[in-house]
């Protein structure tokens, strides 16, 4: 059986795609799906122009605002390969969801503005990505507008990020000036000439050899001669492109191009495709997992509640890690030990779901979830007993009350925050006493709560007040016997408990942690809670 799924599984590209907000990341993706063949025409971000929105925007928080505040997923076929793009939040308030879609991710793609560089905002979003040591391939965009020094670019990638830089191309101009990039391998030039088309941009390509006499009339004499400076510069003193440095997250190549106009998007394309793995052995408790000779597994990286608002569903993301998945076949949900079918797997296109029959190791699938599934969960073939490695959960970082404003709908108040904190996106804790009306949500950034209110009103029909709280740091009580009330100078934090009932302390500084452990000798905390 294992040779018949290899064809399948070799095929596969799953990929991540990161960048800061208004960087190109979304372009970027839609460009890759009109080359599939996926959508007819890109949607405008922003959604001003024509009342179009892009494609892996589904929300409605995110056509409002147009920025994507959750990751979604999107698959098609290219030049005999099948693809999976996981695209994730631009915003470093979203880099926990970003944080468990690269652990579903084979590489990722990090796109950089050519005007702003490596971002502050965004600096915590790229590590997350080097923290995997998944290859990490870099897309510098908007050449075609005024931008920084190329060098100064690749400078700041590996100052900032800690990663060595290949570039595969090279630019000529940029802005106004911008001529076409050079590629390294050919010694070709492709030439960059924006042009309409129907009312949106794309550029037209023509390529010249670097000796060619032509090339040096069409950008001129300054250009072409910085040109050659440059390319001698960097055959001298940036690194060669070593595969194995590639595979193992240490180097990443570089690539210039404006994904707004199409340019440089194809060839990027076809050398990631090149450069990338098909599925790998993943790691479980009981050692490695191959994803051809091993029978069907997966786990769950993510779960989204309502993205059918009329039916108020759920669905689980699963990357499938080894094997095939059949629908008409049992699996066994290892954490509660249940065998079952998977209800209505879907490939996912964004909000848009086509239910299929199967998939291969590689693939991202949505599942209907009961209410049964929580992130990092494993599924098996029946028989199987074994386990993915974790999903770590981030310490939140801010604190408010929730408080809903018609007492008439607690019901659907509760099962609303419940549903949206077993999403992973916030955290919520209950009074350590027995009040069991004040709810406390914990969320790693801000813009958390405002998603959380949207939700709320918009999909649970539940007005809410938000009420900040003066703390900033979470600690979990190791022994979890421990009786907080019989604790020492307390007064300064704030006593409350998980949904699975574990003693937790809020501190607004770590001046007030040190205090609580020096006066308390046997108490221990913790940062994080395995689950």
């Given at each position: 059986?294992?040779?018949?799924?290899?064809?399948?599984i070799?095929?596969?590209?799953?990929?991540?795609?990161?960048?800061?907000?208004?960087?190109?990341?979304?372009?970027?993706?839609?460009?890759?799906?009109?080359?599939?063949?996926?959508?007819?025409?890109?949607?405008?971000?922003?959604?001003?122009?024509?009342?179009?929105?892009?494609?892996?925007?589904?929300?409605?928080?995110?056509?409002?605002?147009?920025?994507?505040?959750?990751?979604?997923?999107?698959?098609?076929?290219?030049?005999?390969?099948?693809?999976?793009?996981?695209?994730?939040?631009?915003?470093?308030?979203?880099?926990?969801?970003?944080?468990?879609?690269?652990?579903?991710?084979?590489?990722?793609?990090?796109?950089?503005?050519a005007s702003?560089g490596?971002?502050?905002?965004?600096?915590?979003?790229?590590?997350?990505?080097?923290?995997?040591?998944?290859?990490?391939?870099?897309?510098?965009?908007?050449?075609?507008?005024?931008?920084?020094?190329?060098?100064?670019?690749l400078?700041?990638?590996e100052?900032?990020?800690?990663?060595?830089?290949?570039?595969?191309n090279?630019?000529?101009?940029?802005?106004?000036?911008?001529?076409?990039?050079?590629?390294?391998?050919?010694?070709?030039?492709?030439?960059?000439q924006?042009?309409?088309?129907?009312?949106?941009?794309?550029?037209?390509?023509?390529?010249?050899?670097?000796?060619?006499?032509?090339?040096?009339?069409?950008?001129?004499e300054e250009?072409?001669?910085?040109?050659?400076d440059?390319?001698?510069?960097?055959?001298?003193?940036?690194?060669?492109?070593?595969?194995?440095?590639?595979?193992?997250?240490?180097?990443?190549?570089v690539?210039?191009?404006?994904?707004?106009?199409?340019?440089?998007?194809?060839?990027?394309?076809?050398?990631?495709?090149?450069?990338?793995?098909?599925?790998?052995?993943?790691l479980?408790?009981?050692?490695?997992?191959?994803?051809?000779?091993?029978?069907?597994?997966?786990?769950?990286?993510?779960?989204?509640?309502?993205?059918?608002?009329?039916?108020?569903?759920?669905?689980?993301?699963?990357?499938?890690?080894?094997?095939?998945?059949?629908?008409?076949?049992?699996?066994c949900?290892?954490?509660?030990?249940?065998?079952?079918?998977?209800?209505?797997?879907?490939?996912?296109?964004?909000?848009?779901?086509?239910?299929?029959?199967?998939a291969?190791?590689?693939?991202?699938?949505?599942?209907?979830?009961?209410?049964?599934?929580?992130?990092?969960?494993?599924?098996?073939?029946?028989?199987?007993k074994?386990?993915?490695?974790?999903?770590?959960?981030?310490?939140?970082?801010?604190?408010?009350?929730?408080?809903?404003?018609?007492?008439?709908?607690?019901?659907?108040?509760?099962?609303?925050?419940?549903?949206?904190?077993?999403?992973?996106?916030?955290?919520?804790?209950?009074?350590?006493?027995?009040?069991?009306?004040?709810?406390?949500?914990?969320?790693?950034?801000?813009?958390?709560?405002?998603?959380?209110?949207?939700?709320?009103?918009?999909?649970?029909?539940?007005?809410?007040?938000?009420?900040?709280?003066?703390?900033?740091?979470i600690?979990?009580?190791?022994?979890?016997?421990?009786?907080?009330?019989?604790?020492?100078?307390?007064?300064?934090?704030?006593?409350?408990?998980?949904?699975?009932?574990?003693?937790?302390?809020?501190?607004?500084?770590e001046?007030s942690?040190?205090?609580?452990?020096?006066?308390?000798e046997?108490?221990?905390?913790?940062?994080?809670?395995?689950?």
């Amino acid at each position: 059986m294992a040779e018949e799924y290899q064809k399948e599984i070799e095929k596969r590209r799953t990929f991540a795609i990161i960048s800061h907000p208004d960087a190109g990341k979304t372009t970027l993706t839609e460009k890759f799906l009109l080359y599939g063949g996926a959508i007819n025409t890109a949607g405008s971000v922003k959604g001003k122009a024509n009342s179009k929105y892009a494609v892996s925007d589904w929300m409605g928080i995110e056509k409002e605002r147009g920025i994507s505040v959750t990751s979604s997923v999107l698959q098609f076929n290219y030049d005999g390969y099948c693809i999976n793009i996981l695209d994730t939040p631009g915003h470093q308030d979203f880099s926990e969801d970003t944080y468990r879609t690269l652990m579903a991710a084979d590489s990722a793609v990090m796109v950089i503005d050519a005007s702003k560089g490596v971002e502050a905002q965004t600096i915590k979003l790229f590590k997350v990505c080097v923290m995997r040591h998944i290859p990490i391939f870099t897309f510098i965009n908007k050449m075609d507008l005024e931008a920084k020094d190329s060098f100064e670019l690749l400078d700041d990638i590996e100052t900032v990020l800690g990663i060595r830089t290949c570039p595969i191309n090279w630019p000529i101009g940029a802005g106004k000036r911008f001529k076409g990039v050079y590629d390294r391998e050919t010694k070709q030039v492709s030439m960059f000439q924006a042009v309409s088309v129907g009312g949106s941009k794309s550029a037209a390509e023509t390529a010249y050899d670097i000796n060619d006499s032509r090339l040096q009339e069409e950008i001129g004499e300054e250009l072409y001669q910085q040109l050659l400076d440059e390319v001698e510069l960097l055959d001298g003193a940036s690194d060669a492109l070593d595969q194995e440095l590639v595979d193992k997250g240490e180097l990443s190549p570089v690539f210039f191009g404006s994904a707004l106009t199409t340019f440089g998007i194809e060839t990027f394309l076809e050398h990631f495709l090149k450069m990338t793995l098909s599925p790998l052995p993943r790691l479980s408790n009981e050692g490695l997992i191959d994803p051809i000779t091993a029978p069907f597994s997966g786990f769950i990286f993510k779960i989204q509640a309502n993205m059918n608002k009329a039916h108020h569903d759920r669905i689980a993301f699963m990357r499938i890690c080894s094997g095939k998945f059949d629908a008409n076949k049992d699996v066994c949900h290892v954490q509660s030990g249940r065998k079952m079918k998977l209800s209505q797997p879907q490939q996912i296109m964004a909000q848009d779901r086509k239910v299929i029959d199967e998939a291969y190791a590689g693939d991202v699938i949505g599942i209907f979830d009961p209410g049964i599934f929580s992130i990092g969960d494993t599924l098996c073939a029946p028989g199987k007993k074994f386990e993915y490695e974790g999903i770590p959960t981030f310490a939140p970082e801010h604190f408010c009350r929730l408080v809903s404003l018609d007492s008439m709908k607690r019901k659907q108040f509760i099962k609303g925050v419940t549903q949206l904190a077993q999403e992973g996106a916030i955290q919520i804790f209950k009074d350590y006493s027995l009040d069991l009306s004040e709810i406390i949500v914990g969320v790693v950034g801000v813009l958390q709560f405002d998603v959380l209110k949207y939700r709320l009103e918009s999909e649970y029909n539940c007005e809410v007040r938000l009420e900040p709280l003066p703390y900033n740091y979470i600690r979990w009580v190791k022994d979890p016997a421990t009786d907080l009330n019989k604790l020492k100078r307390v007064s300064d934090c704030k006593k409350v408990k998980d949904m699975k009932d574990n003693p937790l302390l809020l501190f607004a500084n770590e001046w007030s942690i040190r205090i609580v452990l020096e006066n308390n000798e046997s108490l221990e905390l913790e940062e994080f809670r395995k689950n």
